[in-house]
C-alpha cells in the first residue's frame, strides 16, 4: 500500500552475499568482528521456509550466548517475524514458519552433548563462532547433516581467529601462512575434502581424492570467505565508534578482531613491551582510587617449587592506581619468595602501610579454586578485618585476564614509578607470557581489573562534593 515502509531482508554486498551465494557443502565465514556474522548466518535458512520438511538448528557453545543482549535470539526477532516466523522459547529456543519449516538453536557446553543428537537428520548445521566448538564436536554433528526434505545438507559456520584452533589449520590453504591475513584472491573459492580414519585429506577435485577407500559421494565442498569490519557497511554507519572500539584493542587482539589475523598470537615483547611503560618520579596528587592486588603462589607453584627445590614461591602485591585524567599508576610492587606465615605477615603490614600513605586502598586477594582456596580466603578477609578487603576467584587464562591493561598499557597510558622493583617488574611484564614467573604480571592485571569492577573511590572532600570523582562508580 501507498506510503507503507518497505523492509528489505537479505544480504549485503559483498562477503554476505558471497556466503549465501556458494555452494559449498562447508562454508566457513568471517575471520574478524564486526563483519556481519551472526546476521549472515541468521540469512541462510530463509530460503528453505517454504519446505515443510526443512529444519536448521543454530549452534553456540553455551546457552548464555544464544540468550545474552544482542546475540543470536535478538539479531533472529529482527528478522523472522517479517516472514511469518512464530517464536517459541521453551522447552527449546525455536522460529516455526507456516509452512512447518523450523530453525532452532542450541548449544554444545561439552563434549557428551554431541549424544543428545544421536539419529538427528538436519538439512542445515549452522555454527556461531566455530573455533569455541572441537574438531570432535563438529565432525560428529557432520554425521547429523542429513536431508530428506529435498534440500541438500549442508554446514555453515562463522569464526574469528584463533592460531591455536583446529579451524586455524582447517582453514590454512585460504591463508598467508607468512602474514596471517586471508589471501582474497581465495575467498569463496572452493576445495574438495575426504575424512578418512579422522585425517582430513583434500584435493583440487573430486577425482583426486577417489580411492578404493574413499567413494565420491564421500567427498565434500569446502570454502572460507572473509570478510572485516568494512564489510559491514550498515554497521559502520549505525556505529561509527565501534572501528575506534577495536582499534583501542591490545595489539595481539587488534590484529585478530580487526584485521582478521590468523598467526599472531601472545609473544614476549607483544603484551606489555618495555618501551610503551611511561616512568616517572613522582606519584600524582589525582589518583582517585587505590587497589592492593595480591598474587599468591599457587598450590601447583608451590609443588613445583618443591620438586625442583627452588625454595619458596613468589607472591606479588602490586599497587595500582586510576587518575582523574583516566589514567593509571603502578606506584608500588611488592614481589618476593616468603613463606606462609611471611606471606600473611607482608600482607597484613602493607594494608597498613598503604592505608597510612595513601589513605583507602582496596586490598583484592585472589583466590584458588576449591575448598582449600575459599579456606584460605576466609582467612585473609579475617585477617584484614577493619580493611577494604575482597577475595575473587579468577576466571580465564592469564592472557586473557591481562587483556584491558595490556590494551591501556601499549596505548601508552600507563604510569610507572622509578623505585628499587621498576627494573625486574619491566623484565617480567616485557617477557610475558613467555617468562618463567609471571606472579607480577597477574597480580598487575587483577589490580587493572578491580578498578573495572570496583565501585568505590577514595573518600569524598566534603569541601567539594561537586567534583565528579568522588560520586561512587
Known amino acids: 500500500m501507498k506510503g507503507e515502509e518497505v523492509i528489505r531482508i537479505g544480504p549485503q554486498p559483498g562477503p554476505q552475499e558471497a556466503l549465501l551465494s556458494t555452494s559449498a557443502d562447508i562454508c566457513i565465514y568471517g575471520g574478524a568482528a564486526g563483519g556481519g556474522k551472526s546476521y549472515a548466518l541468521l540469512l541462510e535458512p530463509i530460503r528453505h521456509i517454504n519446505n515443510p520438511g526443512f529444519g536448521a538448528v543454530v549452534f553456540r557453545k553455551n546457552a548464555n550466548q544464544i540468550m545474552a543482549e544482542g546475540g543470536l535470539w535478538d539479531t533472529s526477532m529482527a528478522i523472522y517475524p517479517l516472514i511469518g516466523g512464530i517464536s517459541k522459547q521453551t522447552p527449546t529456543a525455536t522460529w516455526n514458519f507456516p509452512s512447518g519449516a523450523k530453525v532452532s538453536f ?21 555454527f556461531d563462532e566455530l573455533t569455541h566448538f572441537s574438531q570432535s564436536q563438529f565432525f560428529y554433528m ?17 569464526t574469528n581467529p584463533d592460531v591455536d584452533s583446529w579451524v586455524a589449520d582447517f582453514i590454512s590453504w585460504w591463508i598467508d601462512q607468512d602474514t596471517g591475513y586471508a589471501i582474497l584472491e581465495r575467498s569463496g573459492k572452493i576445495r ?10 583434500w584435493g583440487d577435485s573430486p577425482e583426486e581424492l577417489v580411492n578404493d577407500e574413499i567413494d565420491l559421494e564421500d567427498v565434500k565442498t569446502v570454502t572460507f570467505i572473509a570478510s572485516k569490519l568494512s564489510d559491514n557497511q550498515i554497521l ?40 610503551k611503560a611511561n616512568l616517572i618520579d613522582v606519584l600524582p596528587s589525582d589518583v582517585i582510587r587505590w587497589i592492593r592486588a595480591w598474587d599468591m603462589a599457587a598450590t601447583e607453584d608451590k609443588a613445583e617449587s618443591k620438586k625442583n627445590n627452588t625454595g619458596p614461591a613468589h607472591t606479588a602485591g602490586v599497587l595500582i592506581g586510576k587518575t582523574r585524567s583516566g589514567r593509571f599508576i603502578i606506584g608500588d610492587v611488592i614481589d618476593r619468595a616468603m613463606s606462609a606465615s ?19 586502598v ?23 578485618s577493619g580493611f577494604d578487603v575482597v577475595a575473587k576467584r579468577e576466571s580465564g587464562d592469564k592472557v586473557t585476564r591481562a587483556e584491558g591493561l595490556a590494551a591501556q598499557w601499549q596505548a601508552g597510558n600507563v604510569d610507572i614509578l622509578m623505585a628499587d622493583w621498576t627494573e625486574a617488574y619491566l623484565k617480567q611484564m616485557d617477557n610475558f607470557p613467555e617468562g618463567k614467573l609471571k606472579d607480577m604480571v597477574d597480580a598487575s592485571a587483577n589490580g587493572f581489573n578491580e578498578i573495572g569492577e570496583s565501585q568505590v573511590s577514595m573518600l569524598p572532600d566534603l569541601s567539594d562534593l561537586s567534583k565528579e570523582s568522588y560520586w561512587r562508580g
Not at 547433516?145 to 545438507?153: F, K, M, Q, T, Y
Not at 611471611?342 to 583507602?360: E, F, H, P, S
Not at 586477594?365 to 584460605?376: C, F, M, R, V
Request: hydrophobic share 35%.
Open 106 to 126: 542450541s548449544h554444545m557446553q561439552l563434549e557428551k552433548d554431541v549424544l543428545s543428537w544421536q539419529g538427528s537428520q538436519i538439512p542445515l548445521i549452522a
Open 142 to 158: 557432520l554425521s547429523r547433516n542429513r536431508s530428506v526434505c529435498g534440500v541438500r545438507p549442508y554446514v555453515r559456520a562463522t
Open 192 to 201: 574438495y575434502m575426504a575424512r578418512l580414519a579422522g585425517e582430513i585429506i
Open 236 to 275: 559502520m554507519k549505525a556505529d561509527p565508534g565501534y572501528m575506534s572500539n577495536l582499534k583501542a584493542l591490545s595489539l595481539v587482539e587488534r590484529e585478530r578482531l580487526l584485521e582478521g589475523n590468523w598467526k599472531i598470537r601472545p609473544a614476549a615483547g607483544l603484551i606489555f613491551p618495555s618501551g
Open 342 to 360: 611471611d606471606v600473611r605477615n607482608t600482607v597484613k603490614n602493607t594494608a597498613i602501610l598503604d592505608r597510612d600513605k595513601y589513605k583507602r
Open 362 to 384: 582496596r586490598t583484592r586477594i585472589s583466590q584458588d579454586p576449591g575448598q582449600a582456596g575459599k579456606d584460605q580466603a576466609e582467612q585473609y578477609i579475617k585477617l584484614l
